[in-house]
């Protein structure tokens, strides 16, 4: 897969078949999309091609603070579109002036220009340019002067609920972990740095290695305890993972921190892993005692590793 990160670089094309998004997520509706993309672009012989961006245009355009919780990394999304099977990946900068192009500029300098598209597809809610003005509609009327196939593709719905980004990241914010997994069609993790922190893992006999995500606007899971699974350096490592604030001890700060079944966490300190959400176990809750924790600690091993047999199947 060939991956420009700069409009200036781009190398253009004699055709493809294309399409663009911010693919938050890259969630099981993006993926038909993309999909569709990719096999017509083989049908027809022509690269498929991706248009994204980065930072998220939410980041730029919205001045307020915090900002928008992101549920993928560039990294990971160039990953899974590799895996997908696209030709070209256009990763746009997004900035103020940018955001200033108005929907014709867009299509007609940034795409036909350099990729002479063949075939463009794209979301139902998809919009660009200025204001967001490139509505469907408006590429609809574009595609059909400038004699481009147009492709708009419904949204992937299950159990009556359509899969969007915004449901993925409430689910994820909730807790579900689980559920957000099957919509994105991908098990929800994010690479992190693995961090030293105060030890209080080893004096329960639960050794714990804390974590910070790469990408500083990741967005978290609900606090709470999760069975989780670790890769590192192509292993996979399985264990429990806690994130909060450690309320037994009255600590305060919050921390995130796994301790896995089968491995001494010393060789991981400052490797960068990716950290992957398989269930949630339970809420985060203060207990009367260090030895309550202890037993509760015990009884969450136990129920991870119950659950362990259908991921190790």
Known sequence: MEVFRSIDLIQPTESSVLTMGSFDGLHRGHQQIIRQAVTQGKVLDIPSVVLTFDPHPRHILDKSSPKLPLIISIDKKLKLLEDLGVDIVLVIPFTDDFSLWSPDRFLKELIVENFNPNHIIIGYDHHFGLNREGSPDYLTAFCREAGIKLDIVAPVSDQGIHISSSHIRTLLQ?????????????????????????????TLNFPTANFVPLEKNQLLPKSGTYLTRGRVHGHLLYGMCNLGVRPTFNEGEYVMEVHFFDNDIDGLYDQTIMIEFLERIRAERKFPSKEALIEQLNMDRENCLKLLEKYRR
């Open 174 to 202: 909730d807790g579900f972990v689980r559920r957000a997994s099957f919509e994105l069609g991908w098990i929800y993790g994010f690479q992190a740095r693995v961090v030293h922190g105060a030890g209080r893992g080893r």
